[in-house]
Structures are given as C-alpha cells and as structure tokens.
C-alpha cells in the first residue's frame, strides 16, 4: 500500500487526509530522539507470528547489504551499527518463538520485560518541517510537541473484471512492452521508452489500449483504480482465492502535494505478486508485510528496519503496538514527524474509517534496540 517511493507504496493515506500543526511556543528546529514519557498503563496488542514474520522479511532484505541499497541499508541520522538492527529483528523472533516453545506468556506484550530487553528512544516529530506543510492541513497545524502524526494506510479490496466494461472501464496495466526484461536502471535510463512518456490523465484517456503500448492486468471502477495508486496494493477476489497486485515502476513524474490525487500525473505500472508487498527498490525483490504490525515512514533517513512501539489511544484509552519501519512512500521524504500504520484489508474509506475512527491521529513513538545485556530469548 503497501515507496522513494519509488519502490513499494506509492502514497499513503497521508497524502488523501489533509493534515495540521499549531504549537505553542516556539517551533523545534529538528525532530529529537532520546528521553521521554514512561508508557502509561494501557492495553498492549503486540501479534508476535506477524511481528516475527515481518521482521524476518525485513532482516533479509537488510541482508543484501549497502552495496545494494545504501539509500535505505544504513544506520540512519542515529548512526546505529547496522549489525545492531539486525540483531533487534533476531531478538523479536527470538523471544516469540521461546515463549511459544515453552507455553509461557508473551513477553512482546510485556512493558516490564520490554523495559529490560531494550533501548527506548522516544521520537519527538520535527516540528519545523511540519509547519512548512501546515497550510490549510489541521492535523499538522495541531501536531504535539511530544506525538508524531499516525496516519493509518490499507490493503484495498478491488471488485475487478478479466474484461472491460461500463462497471470496469479502467485497467490496471503491467510494465509496457518496450520494457519488459529491462532490468530498473536500464530502463530508467531511457527516456524514449513507454513509461516515461505519458502521465496518469492521458493513460486514464485510453493512450496505453489506443497504441496497445503495456498489458491490462485486470479492468478496475475509477475509484477503485485511484485506490489502488493511492495505496499501492490491489487485492481481487476471483473464484473464491485473493489475487494481489502491487506497484511496479512509475513513470517518473512526482506526487504533487497541492493537488487531489483524481488530478495527479504520476501513474504508477502493477505486477502480480504472491502477497501485500512493502518497500523494496524495484519489484524484484519487495519484503513482505502484514497489518497491524508495520509502518511506513522516512527510511532514507532512518533506516530500514527500525523497530518501533506505538502509544496511540483507542476508545480514549492508551494502546501498544510493537512495528517493524518496513514500507515507506511519496510523503515520507524529509518527513521526520509522521509514521503510516497498516491498518488492515478494506473494500474501500467507508469501510476503513468503520474499523479505525476510533484511532487517534497522534501517536507516542519510541525506537527500540536490543541492548547488550538483554535476557536470553
């Protein structure tokens, strides 16, 4: 939604709800890490098999190295040794798969046995940047000084047809032909080339069908085709089994913030793919996630494969949720105060906001890291 994005998601739900930030006092000149609020006593809902798997995914893609992608492979503006990241997604799997082996309570959902077992690092958002952005967007207007702003993204569940029609007039398109075995730089590198040479309103005019230029995966409703550039992923329901689709490569041009997303120029190309997808340089290799317990945010300048533990409140009341930082997207370069939570699979907003009005837009963060002297798993 599953990106520079120019990877796995193309924009999050942040780029569909319009934001705020008024501070009182004077406006912090760069996000801070470091001391902050103890949790509060609340209701922890940490799903340790879908943590694991998403911090495993993640441990190997962190295992390709810098030298694959440094722009996100990297300790980040913390400068953590990278060799400490990965052994914080060995520690999560590691406790999970002990406490299940033995019967024992789940630790992850334990603030005590957290406590021990890691270095806390509580986020205060960047300020500054926020309220270069606040214009005209409340929730950044009213941003915390001490709360990032959570924004939640999901899984859109399609209706799709193998045909075009009046119900299904718009296609989801894979790469264009003149691309195909092209490996990412190659064809970013030629600017003659399909992709780079139309934007989304003329694709939307038929361009790719009329000069039979890239394949129609499937045929989508407008809305449900603008769902799916918006959060990358596609999910369609056809003769009882899921199929997923998820962004491929774009054509280059970028999200533009001031406009609605019916009337952008970016158009993303989708490929087929076994399951939900996060971030991942090219659709070659993409690391597999799961809701609830990923968030997208600014890896370029964090890192991938951050841990993190989220405070939101729901029902008026204090909630945990432990997350791995594997997706990120559009809105997240130089963007120091905000995270996307992966909320779930939703046929479309309405049925989003049934299951998440109850989540607030703010969120203590903290970003944790094993310690040396942590328990044994």
């Not at 009046?166 to 296609?171: E, L, R, Y």
């Not at 030629?190 to 009329?210: F, I, M, T, W």
């Not at 409140?313 to 930082?325: A, D, F, K």
Request: charged share 20%.
């Amino acid at each position: 939604m599953p990106q520079p994005f120019f990877s796995s998601r193309p924009l999050h739900l942040c780029a569909y709800l319009f934001f705020s930030l008024s501070m009182a006092g004077s406006v912090q000149a760069a996000p801070q890490f470091g001391p902050g609020p103890a949790p509060a006593a609340g209701q922890w809902q940490v799903d340790g098999e879908a943590l694991c798997a998403v911090a495993q995914e993640t441990r190997r893609y962190l295992d390709k190295g810098p030298d694959y992608d440094p722009a996100v492979i990297h300790g980040g503006l913390l400068e953590t040794p990278l060799p400490r990241i990965k052994a914080t997604l060995d520690y999560l799997c590691a406790v999970h798969r002990a406490d299940q082996h033995t019967g024992s309570a789940a630790r992850l959902n334990d603030p005590a046995f957290l406590e021990q077992a890691f270095e806390w690092k509580h986020w205060a958002p960047d300020q500054a940047r926020a309220a270069s952005l606040a214009e005209g967007k409340p929730l950044l207007q009213n941003l915390p000084a001490d709360r990032i702003l959570l924004t939640k993204y999901y899984v859109r569940l399609a209706e799709g047809s193998t045909a075009q029609g009046p119900d299904h007039p718009h296609a989801l398109h894979g790469l264009p032909f003149d691309e195909v075995g092209l490996s990412l730089a190659q064809a970013d590198a030629n600017r003659r080339l399909s992709r780079h040479r139309y934007g989304k309103q003329a694709v939307l005019q038929g361009v790719l069908e009329e000069k039979q230029l890239a394949p129609a995966l499937l045929w989508l409703s407008r809305a449900d085709l603008e769902g799916a550039l918006l959060q990358g992923t596609a999910v369609v329901a056809q003769k009882g089994e899921r199929r997923y689709f998820n962004v491929h490569r774009n054509n280059g041009i970028a999200y533009d913030r001031t406009i609605r997303p019916e009337q952008q120029e970016r158009y993303w190309y989708f490929k087929e793919v076994p399951g939900v997808l996060g971030y991942g340089k090219d659709a070659d290799y993409k690391i597999p996630i799961r809701p609830e317990v990923t968030v997208a945010g600014d890896i370029f300048q964090l890192g991938l494969g951050r841990v993190v533990l989220l405070q939101t409140t729901e029902h008026g009341q204090p909630s945990y949720r432990l997350t791995v930082m594997a997706d990120t997207g559009g809105a997240f370069h130089d963007n120091l105060y905000q995270l996307d939570w992966l909320s779930g699979y939703y046929r479309d907003w309405a049925d989003y906001h049934a299951h998440n009005r109850h989540i607030g837009d703010y969120a203590h963060a903290w970003l944790l890291l094993k310690r040396e002297d942590a328990p044994a798993p």
